[in-house]
């Protein structure tokens, strides 16, 4: 909605710790209407999807 499901891609397999600082970046400073629930369903499909096994 926001950008290009590329931008996903481009990051390259990352950390739980990163993708959940992506989604808080997006609700900070975006001002993305992610509540707390989704935001957990987002990071947790992005760190199974795109994530690179580790935790930080």
């Not at 739980?16 to 990071?43: C, G, L, Y």
Request: net charge positive.
């Amino acid at each position: 909605m926001c950008h290009s499901f590329g931008y996903i891609i481009n990051q390259g397999p990352q950390s739980r710790e990163f993708w959940q600082q992506k989604v808080e970046k997006m609700i900070v400073h975006f001002k993305a209407p992610i509540s707390n629930e989704d935001n957990k369903i987002i990071t947790d499909y992005l760190f199974k999807h795109y994530g690179n096994g580790k935790l930080k």
